[in-house]
């Protein structure tokens, strides 16, 4: 026997059906069944997947740790988690010091000095960073991964290729927001 139910109930939570079933005299078997075909119903109309916000090359800040108040760049991400970290985390490309301010009347050796940026390369929670509406194209090797952190020689030298990236976005004036301490 098929129940007739009203298209407003239709559009409705399965609990709240499940609850309104429940109060009319049918058997509770046959409610729990109708109640099932709805479910699958509602759960059918919702969209499969939801647009991922952390995204490879967005900018996103830091919010706590060592690096707490700096930007940094998705490099890769890991949003179902690995074996050794079982949630939702990043790979990400900071700048742990900014460049200083840099004027006309300076002199070369001056400005070289000033300009010169210091890298971060860590693993981050989701929880622990903030995205922007920003997004920064660099180009970061895609090679990389997190178990090449934990090598000493590999970070040192993922993080030279960062910093030669980031000194050259910012001599060329791109992404200048990017290269300003973040004031809070």
Do not use: C
């Not at 030279?160 to 992404?175: A, M």
């Amino acid at each position: 026997m098929l129940l007739y139910v009203p298209k407003i109930l239709e559009l409705r939570r399965p609990k709240i059906l499940l609850h309104w079933f429940s109060s009319t005299p049918l058997k509770v078997h046959q409610a729990k069944s109708q109640v099932h075909i709805m479910q699958e119903l509602w759960l059918s109309k919702l969209p499969s997947t939801m647009g991922k916000i952390m995204k490879q090359g967005k900018v996103v800040l830091v919010l706590s740790g060592r690096y707490a108040g700096r930007k940094a760049i998705i490099m890769k991400t890991f949003d179902d988690g690995t074996s050794d970290k079982q949630y939702g985390h990043a790979m990400v490309a900071g700048i742990d010091r900014y460049p200083r301010k840099v004027h006309k009347r300076m002199g070369k050796i001056k400005i070289h000095k000033r300009s010169k940026v210091k890298p971060f390369v860590k693993v981050l929670n989701y929880n622990h960073m903030m995205p922007t509406r920003y997004t920064v194209d660099l180009g970061l090797e895609q090679k990389s991964s997190p178990k090449d952190l934990k090598d000493p020689m590999k970070r040192k030298k993922i993080r030279f290729q960062t910093r030669v990236k980031f000194e050259e976005r910012y001599k060329q004036g791109k992404n200048k927001w990017f290269f300003q301490k973040l004031r809070f």
